[in-house]
């Protein structure tokens, strides 16, 4: 799998603040709802799988480049990120293990300064 979405990939102590944060299964039923009536059923399924192949390129993305042991306890997650024209999501998910938070956005945040993984291209 390549990467050409997310550019940054965070690796922070254990969050346990998600109250605020959609899950991934809430984001794909607001696609559906989004679009309700509007777009055809084609059009929909498309943008699920969409956003399916990017949470899979997420985990890839951790798995390759971070501590991640390839278990979730919480999580994921999905954030949206307002762009110029656009919006862009940001994933999170918390591992079972030892709780470590991964985040992989398509947007640098600086904020996390010091959390940050290179990801091998």
Known sequence: MRNEY????????????????KSFEEYL???KL???????DNVVEGEINEAIT????????AAK????????????????LP???DAKILIIFK?????????????ELPYLKGHERKIKK
């Open 29 to 31: 039923e607001g696609i």
């Open 54 to 61: 990017l949470l899979m390129e997420a985990c890839y993305i």
């Open 83 to 85: 762009g110029d024209c």
């Open 65 to 80: 480049n971070s501590s991640w042991e390839g278990d979730i306890r919480t999580g994921p997650f999905v954030v949206g």
């Open 6 to 21: 997310f550019e940054f990939l965070y690796e922070c102590p254990p969050l346990d603040w998600f109250e605020a944060l």
């Open 95 to 107: 591992q079972d293990n030892d709780g470590t938070t991964f985040l992989l956005s398509p947007v």
């Open 34 to 40: 989004q679009h309700e009536g509007i777009k055809s």
